[in-house]
């Protein structure tokens, strides 16, 4: 259904090692079938890229170990698809072998206007806004997320997040 929004997500994580690091190496080789795989995905509208065919090279942080992946996608329902339901998600549960656990929010949810891109500035302020007041229609999780502006509803708990699942 069309509602004149599109939902914006951005993820960040810390690498345990520089991207040369064989430590490494099996999430970089997997990065240009997973993002082929969410360009193909139903209901994808768009993804931060570089200078190559990913968001690698960026550093949204003085940290240049982190990593940010942002996307934009017609409905929740169409990431939470591509996430749990694809071979992304064999892919995202070798997480914990390329990056460290994050101490804050490494994912916000949030709705924008159709047509429109967000920045990384903005994801990051999503971020904040989850760490310092918990999910709401301003940013949102999976397991906390939010209908889009004026559709009727409470927050939809559709599951657990399995990166979180047994951490403190």
Same mark, same amino acid.
């Given at each position: 259904m069309k509602t004149g929004w599109e939902l914006a997500q951005i993820n960040v994580g810390r $690498? &345990? /090692? *520089?991207?040369?690091d064989p430590q490494v190496?099996?999430?970089?080789?997997?990065? %240009? =079938?997973i !993002?082929?795989? /969410? %360009?193909a995905s139903p209901g994808f509208v768009w993804r931060l890229v570089g200078d190559g065919n990913d968001a690698t090279d960026l550093q949204p942080t003085p940290d240049p170990l982190v990593? &940010? !992946?942002m996307s934009v996608w017609e409905d929740a329902e169409a990431l939470f698809a591509f996430v749990y339901r694809t071979?992304?998600? *064999? &892919? $995202? /549960?070798?997480? =914990?072998?390329?990056?460290a656990p994050m101490e804050g929010a490494y994912q916000a949810l949030w709705w924008i206007e159709a047509g429109t891109l967000p920045t990384v500035e903005d994801g990051l302020a999503r971020l904040w806004l989850i760490d310092r007041f918990g999910p709401s229609? =301003? /940013?949102f999780t999976f397991k906390s997320r939010f209908p889009a502006p004026g559709l009727p509803g409470l *927050?939809? %708990?559709m599951q657990p997040d399995p990166w979180c699942v047994g951490r403190a």
């Open positions: $690498m &345990v /090692a *520089p991207a040369t190496a099996g999430f970089f080789a997997e990065l %240009d =079938r !993002n082929a795989l /969410a %360009d990593l &940010v !992946n071979a992304h998600t *064999p &892919v $995202m /549960a070798q997480r =914990r072998q390329w990056f229609a =301003r /940013a *927050p939809i %708990d």
